[in-house]
């Protein structure tokens, strides 16, 4: 059984650049969540995607937009950088079912660099 | 969601038995009581979940008393490992629901 992989693991890009990011989830996972984690804080829920849907929304503005696939892989855009996006993104997948509730596998997070 | 607050950081020292206290005054009926671990530049690991009194798995230790409205997670014998940051998150047993994390517990284990 696989974990939670993301890519890349490092990026830099330039104020107003886009991004993308990837993550691949635990298998029989069929939800993905997004966090943003700025240096020295806790993870800030961006957003959740199940089957497909977005399921739930942190406070976020819309140019950040995601997608997830029929195999439960997902990306995270980022549109317009702004340095304040410098941050760790980290991508979570769970299942409905099952407990313990609320447990969620993390992976190791993509850093993202805006200069 | 109910807020969660807990110390910033502790110190301890290998062998010893680390409680870490979390206040979480708003605490709701269907609310469980969470907590993670993250080490430096990885994503965080689930350590234990309860809902009342006592749980216990093969890496910690997990008290709530009978108001619920603070909880203490207790980790057995510390080695320099066990050196990392301790979230405690509070939400409704929604199965992968949002996850709201406070700024944790930053504990240094010395040898």
């Known amino acids: 059984e696989t974990g939670v992989t993301q890519s890349p693991t490092h990026l830099i890009k330039t104020r107003g650049q886009q991004v993308t990011l990837r993550c691949s989830s635990q298998?029989?996972?069929?939800?993905v969540s997004w966090y943003q984690q700025a240096l020295g804080q806790g993870p800030q829920f961006i957003f959740q995607y199940y089957r497909e849907e977005e399921n739930g929304r942190g406070n976020f503005p819309p140019r950040f937009s995601g997608l997830q696939f029929p195999n439960y892989s997902s990306e995270l855009n980022v549109n317009a950088l702004e340095l304040d996006d410098s941050a760790l993104y980290l991508c979570a997948s769970s299942s409905t079912t099952g407990i313990p509730y609320n447990e969620q596998f993390f992976g190791p997070g993509t850093r993202l660099t805006v200069l | 969601l109910a807020k969660t607050t807990q110390p910033i950081s502790m110190d301890s020292y290998e062998g010893q038995e680390v409680n870490i206290t979390c206040s979480h005054n708003?605490?709701?009926?269907?609310?469980?009581i969470t907590w993670y671990q993250q080490f430096p530049s990885q994503g965080p690991r689930f350590i234990i979940q309860g809902y009342k009194t006592k749980v216990t798995n093969e890496v910690a230790s997990l008290f709530i008393p009978a108001d619920r409205k603070s909880s203490t997670l207790s980790l057995p014998r510390v080695s320099l490992s066990d050196t990392a940051v301790y979230y405690c998150l509070v939400g409704p047993s929604a199965q992968g629901g949002k996850l709201i994390f406070g700024q944790g517990t930053e504990l240094s284990v010395k040898p």
């Open positions: 298998s029989g996972h069929n939800t």
């Open positions: 708003n605490i709701a009926t269907n609310d469980y």
